[in-house]
């Protein structure tokens, strides 16, 4: 049975926002109107009409491209659905120190004793990681209890103040609007604007017990002032969209849903290589605070990660790193990643329970 | 300034020396025919502005360029009152002494003729023109919001004089270089066109079509040599922009073979980081050696 062009141009699109490309209403009208402007006869034309009319990023191209070939040329697999990769849970790379191993000989019998104590203060310096599921959710309600504050940074404009230096053009102005009567002295100072925070969040397999945490940390934060989010493992993830929504547990299942490489491995230094590349030196890390969140164990070459921190520090106006193993008792920066990233961090942090999230808040806040 | 169809595109932008490819040439052509902004996003130095400026020579219309930057707002990209001369104004009807109506003066004071027009209402006054928004992602998110008015509408109102509507909506041109997101409501708005780095034979033609003085055989050496430079792990992989000073720089210091000596020369056009530098000359090490 034959369908209608425009059926079979609807299902296109509808094909596409199944395969995650955000394509709304007006974009399909659009997309209607190219093809028919270019003629449906010439497939390469509308090949690039569909491109230019329902995609809005480069990753949306990628996609695009994928279902078409998969709807036009009716090849029989279907498009890849985008979790379908598997993180693999590799280790192989990950020395075993003595405390990690302390950690989880100790584990069992701490996680019974402790769920007794579960008053809230308690709680909140407890280490995230050796929390029982029923402990976990219990926290993550006291994530709205935290106020993250975001950091200023002066900016090139002035604004109107009622002290500082004299604001000379609107002192004239004023007085010429009085025909140059002189009169009150205008003042003004620098403006102040909030100073972008971006967060690289490992999740890794190393990472996983806190990665739910972190992400209800990075969601707080956004509801704050602007804060862009990536996760770091494997891959480069952007998730700041999904971590945008009001609702935490929605944003979280969103920003799960974003992320491929869940508990995958960790190349430290080449994803932040790929997030300086395609981010942080086109502008998003200037002038900005970065915290990164990771154990720094590497799995790849730790000069490479040294040499794309120091980079890193360059572009960034403040650099927070945060190891949720520095919390624990007789924590030594051992490893070969931690070694190569603490002389280009401005700040070491421990980011292991809710106080020490308190704690960085106020650091970013200040910086 | 009817255009028929996307190769006739192509071929005008050839006709100025942009060499647009099928896919780039067809997006131009719907952006003129549905009468939509385009916006361009891609590396920097592959040609976004260079787009605007070939459309706008190509159809013979005048270019309006808004450069964008953090804290831009309305009164820099659309009108201003001329303050200055307002006030002159009143002095001189003063000076007349035409003891004349006061609602007259203030009226006469919020004539066109003191309004200082900026480049979208510019655009929107001289249109057909071609209005180049650069660099949009500099802008802050308010200046978004407010460019979505005036390309949804494009008129513009000014309380004092009345609502300027273009006759014919300006071509608009936006571009980005991915600092950050755009805002979704702009980007339905319009159509969307990443631009790559070209290939050889394209980037050979572009550098013969932007530099002619560079010889054919120079220019594919240079090509040749900047595409696998590309595929290095770079901190700024070279765009179309550099591989041309590059290319002009050899010439002017007349080298028609390109060797290991007069590239070290001249590495200064082609890499703007230290770190590079010394992996280039690297890299140039081994393919120019060979």
């Known amino acids: 049975m034959k369908h209608a062009p425009d059926e079979v141009l609807l299902g296109f699109t ?11 209403q007006d974009r399909t009208h659009g997309y209607l109107a190219a093809v028919a402007i270019v003629g449906l006869d010439d497939a390469r034309a509308a090949y690039d009409a569909g491109r230019a009319t329902l995609c809005a990023s480069p990753d949306d191209l990628a996609r695009y491209d994928q279902i078409y070939e998969a709807y036009f040329n009716g090849r029989d697999g279907l498009p890849r659905a985008r979790q379908a990769e598997a993180g693999v849970p590799s280790f192989s790379g990950m020395p075993i120190s003595e405390e990690s191993l302390d950690v989880v000989g100790d584990d069992a019998d701490v996680d019974t ?22 402990e976990k959710h219990r926290l993550s309600t006291l994530f709205a209890g935290l106020r993250p504050r975001h950091p200023q940074r002066r900016t090139s404009r002035h604004e109107r103040w009622h002290r500082g230096s004299v604001d000379a053009s609107r002192t004239l102005r004023a007085s010429l609007r009085r025909m140059g009567e002189p009169g009150e002295i205008a003042w003004r100072r620098r403006g102040h604007r909030p100073r972008r925070v971006v967060l690289l969040i490992d999740v890794s397999g190393s990472m996983s017990a806190y990665a739910d945490a972190l992400l209800r940390l990075a969601h707080r934060m956004t509801q704050a002032g602007p804060v862009e989010t990536f996760t770091i493992g494997t891959r480069l993830t952007h998730v700041t969209r999904a971590l945008r929504g009001r609702d935490a547990e929605r944003a979280l299942i969103a920003a799960g849903e974003t992320v491929p490489d869940w508990s995958g491995g960790t190349r430290l230094g080449e994803t932040l290589q790929m997030f300086l590349e395609r981010w942080g030196r086109r502008g998003l890390a200037r002038g900005a605070v970065v915290v990164v969140f990771s154990d720094g164990w590497e799995r790849g070459d730790a000069t490479l990660l040294a040499s794309q921190m120091a980079s890193l520090r360059r572009v960034a106006h403040r650099v927070v790193w ?18 190569a990233v603490l002389p280009h961090c401005d700040e070491f942090l421990a980011g292991h329970s809710l106080a020490t999230y308190a704690e960085l808040l106020e650091v970013v806040a200040r910086a | 300034m009817e255009t028929g169809s996307a190769a006739e595109i192509a071929e005008a932008l050839r006709g100025t020396g942009y060499l647009a490819d099928d896919a780039l040439a067809t997006v131009t052509f719907l952006a003129l025919r549905m009468q939509r902004p385009l916006l361009v996003e891609g590396e920097p130095g592959t040609g976004k502005t260079a787009l605007a400026e070939g459309i706008a020579a190509a159809l013979d219309l005048p270019l309006i360029r808004l450069q964008c930057y953090e804290g ?43 309004l200082l027009a900026r480049p979208v209402l510019a655009a ?113 992989p070279p765009g179309v922009a550099e591989t041309l000073d590059w290319a002009r720089a050899l010439n002017h210091l007349g080298t028609t073979d390109l060797d290991l000596e007069s590239s070290a020369r001249t590495l200064g056009a082609l890499v703007k980081y230290r770190d590079d530098a010394t992996k280039v000359q690297h890299a140039l090490d081994q393919m120019l050696r060979a």
């Open chain 2, 124 to 236: 929107l006054q001289q249109s057909p023109a071609v209005l180049l928004v650069d660099e949009v992602d500099r802008a802050d998110d308010e200046f978004e919001a407010f460019l979505l008015e005036v390309l949804s509408t494009y008129q513009v109102t000014i309380p004092e004089l009345g609502t300027v509507a273009a006759a014919t909506p300006p071509i608009v041109v936006l571009t980005s270089n991915r600092t950050r997101e755009l805002h979704d409501a702009l980007k339905r708005r319009c159509l969307y066109h990443w631009i790559d780095h070209p290939g050889l034979e394209r980037e050979v033609a572009i550098v013969r079509s932007r530099a002619p003085e560079v010889s054919e055989e120079l220019a594919r050496q240079v090509v040749g040599v900047v595409q696998r430079l590309r595929e290095t792990d770079l901190l700024k």
């Open chain 2, 72 to 114: 831009i707002d309305a009164t820099q990209a659309l009108y201003d009152w001329d303050f200055p001369r307002q006030i002159l104004h009143l002095r001189a009807l003063e000076a007349a002494g035409s003891g004349a109506d006061v609602e007259e003066a203030e009226k006469s004071l919020y004539d066109e003729r003191f």
């Open chain 1, 113 to 134: 004793v402790r769920a007794m104590a579960s008053d809230v203060e308690v709680l909140r310096h407890r280490d995230i990681g050796e929390l029982t599921a029923a």
């Open chain 1, 322 to 339: 945060v190891n949720p193993h520095r919390g624990k008792a007789g924590y030594e920066p051992v490893q070969q990643g931690v070694l």
């Open chain 1, 14 to 24: 509808r094909a596409l926002r199944a395969a995650g490309v955000p394509v709304t």
